[in-house]
């Protein structure tokens, strides 16, 4: 089994059990409610929407992490990769990298859905993109890490531990709405990629930890 199709079977997987349509449906669904909850004053839409769909982005991202590590454990399907030779961190990279194709495109798509939801400008709405864009791969690096961490605690604790995590990411991504905030997006930038970069290091220790 080569990298692309392990790629492609992570997909597969996700797609039959809702990992991959439920975070996007939520997200739509917290961007379709808001206003019912804030009322249709289009201008306090706009001042606020911005940074409520970087909370539902977030808070999206936490919805697939049990399907993303747990299956495969108890499957036997990590010790059988091991036997074949596969490095754990090379295993987390790949189930990263398969978790952001799953998450993060559609995810941009479904920002504009919700940025007209909220009558964003378009410059709100492009800073929106680009930050959701490069906060998407760190997101999806810390879900996978976080799954392997709690692969036998559960759910609960999975959120407990990826929500203080995100939080640079989140204060940077929605700081960026502000247009005097002008270093938002390279910071983002570099704690996205720092994230990125660990997160199969960390994650693959988790994940070998899980066969001891």
């Known amino acids: 089994m080569n990298a692309v199709r392990l ?25 379709i ?40 454990l108890e499957s036997g399907h990590l010790d059988q990769l091991a036997l074949r030779g596969w490095a754990d961190e090379t295993i987390a990279a790949l189930k990263i ?56 605690a559960g759910g609960g604790a999975a959120g407990l531990m990826l929500l203080p995590l995100a939080i640079p990411v989140l204060i940077f991504g929605a700081g960026s709405l502000d247009p005097t905030a002008a270093g938002a997006l390279p910071l983002l930038a570099a704690v996205s990629l720092g994230l990125t970069v660990l997160a199969p290091f960390a994650a693959g220790a988790a994940l070998r930890a899980l066969r001891e």
């Open 97 to 152: 990298a398969a978790h952001w194709l799953g998450f993060g495109p559609p995810l941009l798509v479904a920002t504009v859905i919700g940025g007209a939801l909220f009558d964003l400008d378009g410059d709100t709405l492009g800073t929106l993109l680009a930050g959701l864009a490069i906060a998407t791969p760190a997101l999806a690096a810390l879900s996978v890490t976080i799954a392997a961490l709690t692969a036998r």
């Open 33 to 72: 409610l808001y206003p019912f909850a804030v009322g249709p004053d289009l201008k306090l839409l706009r001042a606020t929407g911005g940074a409520m769909l970087w909370i539902a982005a977030l808070l999206a991202a936490l919805l697939p992490i049990e399907r993303l590590v747990r299956p495969d």
């Open 7 to 31: 790629i492609a079977r992570d997909l597969r997987l996700a797609w039959r059990g809702g990992g991959l349509w439920l975070p996007v449906l939520f997200f739509l669904g917290v961007a």
